[in-house]
């Protein structure tokens, strides 16, 4: 099957992927491995442009605090979920540049210090480039979406 989606990751979030970094080693990469795979295929995804979790709960959501900050969410198992933070490069083309546990992000202070950390990195990776915009969840995210944030 051809990607109709792309999702490229840091050497530090392969190693968490990959079980390699003794602080994520713990977690089960299952889940995450499964919706990265998702999102590459194209397959069905939710998404919010709003950030509104705990209300929705999608795969993949826009935070507020900083400006065009992505989260994609592996909310099972509930008691070891794991977040992947980045950006969007292009429509579809997503840059994994953080991977972190729930729990630990439960910390507010750690939360807010990983989110705000997250352009630093991207300048570091990506140099000038700078993160794709766009108005709606299907813009950025293509492929098969749906917009938790609208009314069905």
């Known amino acids: 099957m051809e990607a109709k989606r792309f999702l490229y990751v840091t050497p530090n979030v392969y190693r968490g992927l990959a079980g390699k970094d003794p602080d994520l080693s713990h977690l089960p990469m299952a889940k995450m491995e499964e919706l990265i795979a998702i999102f590459c295929f194209g397959w069905f995804v939710t998404a919010s442009l709003k950030g509104d979790p705990d209300e ?5 959501e826009r935070l507020h605090s900083v400006d065009e900050v992505w989260v994609i969410c592996a ?7 794991v977040r992947l933070f980045g950006r969007f490069l292009d429509a579809g083309v997503f840059i994994g540049l953080g991977l972190h546990c729930r729990h630990w992000l439960g910390i507010k202070k750690n939360y807010s210090e ?16 700078q993160p794709f915009r766009a108005a709606t ?3 950025y995210v293509k492929g ?4 938790v944030d609208e009314k069905i």
């Open 56 to 60: 929705r709960g999608p795969d993949i």
């Open 75 to 81: 909310r099972k198992p509930r008691h070891v979920q």
């Open 114 to 129: 990983t989110v705000a950390g997250i352009p630093d990195l991207w300048g570091n990776t990506m140099g000038n480039a």
């Open 137 to 139: 969840a299907l813009e």
């Open 144 to 147: 098969i979406c749906r917009d």
